[in-house]
């Protein structure tokens, strides 16, 4: 798994947290139907485990881990997308703005 790879899965899952309003426990399972469709291949339930494992680090600060396997989004999760990318040295073109699109599976 390279890091542009984990990092995007990060972001997917920072979007899919703040537009669907989470406020519990989640694990990385819960998020895989929100972020499958944000990158080809669709990430695998590890890979959503390693980009939470990212965002829990102190610079970054958009989950906290409050049991083995169970997330529940930091208090100012809002601004943990920049800091996010400001530790990756914009590399990656953030675009405040992006919001993924998901696919409707009512089809």
């Not at 899952?13 to 080809?40: C, K, M, N, Q």
């Not at 169970?70 to 809002?78: C, F, G, N, W």
Request: aromatic fraction near 8%; hydrophobic fraction near 40%.
């Amino acid at each position: 798994m390279n890091d542009e790879r984990i990092v995007t899965i990060a972001a997917l899952t920072l979007t899919a947290l703040t537009d669907e309003g989470h406020d519990s426990d989640f694990a990385a399972s819960d998020l895989w139907p929100a972020v499958r469709h944000g990158i080809e291949p669709s990430p695998t339930v590890a890979e959503i485990n390693q980009a939470l494992k990212l965002l829990q680090l102190p610079d970054i600060q958009g989950v906290i881990e409050t049991a083995a396997g169970l997330y529940r989004p930091a208090p100012d999760i809002d601004d943990a997308m920049v800091r996010l990318y400001d530790e990756e040295d914009d590399d990656y073109g953030y675009d405040p703005h992006f919001r993924p699109t998901f696919a409707d599976d009512r089809y």
